[in-house]
């Protein structure tokens, strides 16, 4: 199971901005690993999204950003666009006795 | 353009197994770590192993270790998933992915389309 927590889904109308939560623990985020985000449209591969908690790949519009603190880290979505409705993910490494890449629960984007 | 494209997936029954591939083009191969990951069905993603550049370090998600083995060879550009033993739990999409990792963290940066395993009787 994931040890990373996000919200199962968010929604807002067009132009709108929504967040989206991932909480960790001692072993991940709050140990200082970053958290990374991937967006997975409809019937597609996980596209990278935000790095580094806060960096964006070339070609990811200003309109998405990510921030962490503590335990946890979150994705903003400002201006949503249709083009935004996609499953969220977000992925930090974790030192437990089961070390190795953690992805979050995941998030369904809704454009109303 | 970097690109990674998967093959090997399809229906095998419990107990069995599968070997899956990545070709990869666009970027040094030999210079990066690669991944696999997968999702089931309507379900989340999951980390399922890495592999060192010259493939000398390999890393598995405890669910898989003893039954899957990562591989590479970097003549050919090309990355493998072994999966022996295999069970109902592993249908999922596979994806390879490009993993680039450092100090703080380590994430993905580019993937494949996924090929699907599906493991039924």
């Known amino acids: 199971q994931s040890v990373l927590t996000q919200p199962p889904s968010v929604s807002g109308a067009p132009g709108q901005r929504v967040t989206i939560s991932c909480t960790g623990s001692?072993?991940?985020?709050?140990?200082?690993?970053?958290v990374h985000w991937y967006q997975q449209l409809p019937g597609t591969a996980p596209k990278l999204l935000i790095y580094g908690n806060s960096n964006r790949p070339s070609g990811v519009p200003d309109r998405f950003s990510g921030s962490k603190s503590g335990t946890s880290a979150s994705l903003a979505i400002t201006g949503l666009q249709a083009e935004d409705e996609a499953d969220y993910y977000c992925q930090s490494y974790d030192s437990s006795l089961s070390a190795g890449e953690v992805f979050g629960t995941g998030t369904k984007v809704t454009v109303l | 353009e970097v690109q990674l494209v998967e093959s090997g997936g399809g229906l095998v029954q419990p107990g069995g197994s599968l070997r899956l591939s990545c070709a990869a083009s666009?970027?040094?191969?030999?210079?990066?770590?690669m991944s696999w990951v997968r999702q089931a069905p309507g379900k989340g993603l999951e980390w399922v192993a890495n592999?060192?550049?010259?493939?000398?370090?390999?890393y598995y998600v405890d669910s898989v270790k003893g039954r899957f083995t990562i591989s590479r060879d970097n003549a050919k550009n090309s990355l493998y998933l072994q999966m022996n033993s295999l069970r109902a739990e592993d249908t999922a999409v596979y994806y390879c992915?490009?993993?680039?990792?450092?100090?703080?963290?380590?994430?993905?940066?580019?993937w494949g389309q996924g090929t699907l395993v599906t493991v039924s009787s």
């Open positions: 001692s072993s991940n985020i709050g140990a200082g690993y970053d």
């Open positions: 666009g970027f040094t191969f030999s210079s990066y770590w």
């Open positions: 992915a490009r993993f680039l990792g450092y100090s703080y963290g380590d994430y993905f940066d580019y």
């Open positions: 592999i060192k550049q010259d493939g000398s370090e390999k």
